[in-house]
C-alpha cells in the first residue's frame, strides 16, 4: 500500500524526496539559496513538473521566512525593488510554459537551465561593478520565469550577485528575501491555476520538520565553515544531478 498509496507517491519517491529536503535545506541555510534546485533537481528524476514544482515553492518559502530575521540587515533593498519589478513579468509566462509543455521537454529545459548556471558560476564569471537597475529588473524576468516553469528562481540571481563585487553575506541575505517575494507570488498563481491540492499540502506538511532540521543545520555551519566549501559541493551536486536527469529524459 506505502509503495503506491501514501499520498500519491512509492517509497522510492519519498526516500529521494527527503533525502533532497534535508540537502537542501543545509545548503539553503549556509548560503541563502540552494534549497528549491536541489528538491527539484532530484524530484524531477522520480516525479512530473506539475507535481513537483508547486511542492518546492511552498518548503522554499517557509525556508526564507526562518531565515530572514537574522539576515534582514544584509539585504540589498535596491536590488530587491528592481528583481521584485522584472519578476512580475516573468512568472506568469513561466506557469503558462508549465502548464501547456508536455513534461520531458519541460524537464529538458529545466535541467539545461540548472547545468548551464552552474557552469558559469563554477568557471568564475565576474562584473566589473555592481549591477544596475535594468540588469537587475532584466535578471528578475528570467528569475520570475524560472519560479514559474521550474520553482528556480535562484540561478538568475545567484549567478549575477555572485559575479558582483558585492560581499558573499549580502548575495545571502537578498537571496533569502528576494524568493520570498518570488515564491509568495508564483503560489499565489498555483493556486490560482488549481496546482495545489489536499495532497500536496499533507506532502509538504511531512517534508516541513526535515527543511527545518536542514536549514537550521546550514545556518550553524554559517560563520563557521569557509563559503567556499559548500558552493563548491553545491555546485558539484548540481552539475550531476542536470546531467543525470537530462541523461534519464533522453535515455527514458
Not at 39 to 50: F, R, T
Not at 75 to 89: A, D, E, K, M, P
Not at 168 to 196: E, N, Q, S
Request: with cysteine; glycine share 12%.
Amino acid at each position: 500500500m506505502f509503495e503506491t498509496d501514501f499520498f500519491g507517491w512509492g517509497a522510492h519517491i519519498w526516500a529521494v524526496a527527503v533525502a533532497a529536503t534535508l540537502l537542501g535545506g543545509i545548503v539553503r541555510g549556509f548560503t541563502g539559496f540552494g534549497f528549491a534546485l536541489i528538491l527539484i533537481s532530484a524530484l524531477l528524476l522520480v516525479a512530473d513538473p506539475v507535481a513537483v514544482v508547486p511542492l518546492a515553492l511552498i518548503l522554499d518559502l517557509l525556508a526564507g521566512f526562518t531565515l530572514l530575521p537574522q539576515n534582514y540587515r544584509d539585504v540589498h533593498w535596491t536590488g530587491i525593488r528592481q528583481l521584485v519589478l522584472g519578476s512580475v513579468i516573468g512568472v506568469p509566462a513561466g506557469f503558462a510554459c508549465l502548464l501547456l509543455v508536455e513534461p520531458e521537454p519541460m524537464k529538458i529545459a529545466i535541467y539545461f537551465g540548472i547545468l548551464v548556471s552552474v557552469l558559469l558560476i563554477a568557471r568564475g564569471f565576474r562584473l566589473a561593478s555592481v549591477p544596475g537597475n535594468g540588469m537587475l529588473a532584466g535578471t528578475g524576468v528570467v528569475s520570475g520565469f524560472m519560479s514559474g516553469a521550474a520553482g528556480v528562481p535562484g540561478p538568475p540571481m545567484v549567478l549575477l550577485y555572485l559575479s558582483s563585487p558585492l560581499p558573499v553575506a549580502i548575495t545571502r541575505a537578498t537571496g533569502i528575501a528576494f524568493f520570498i517575494v518570488v515564491d509568495v507570488f508564483a503560489l499565489a498563481l498555483a493556486v490560482f491555476k488549481g496546482l495545489i491540492d489536499a495532497e500536496m499540502l499533507l506532502r509538504s506538511a511531512i517534508l516541513i520538520p526535515v527543511m527545518a532540521i536542514g536549514t537550521s543545520l546550514g545556518h550553524k555551519l554559517f560563520g563557521i565553515t569557509r563559503p567556499e566549501v559548500v558552493k563548491r559541493a553545491a555546485i558539484a551536486l548540481l552539475g550531476l544531478l542536470a546531467i543525470v536527469g537530462i541523461g534519464k529524459v533522453l535515455i527514458g
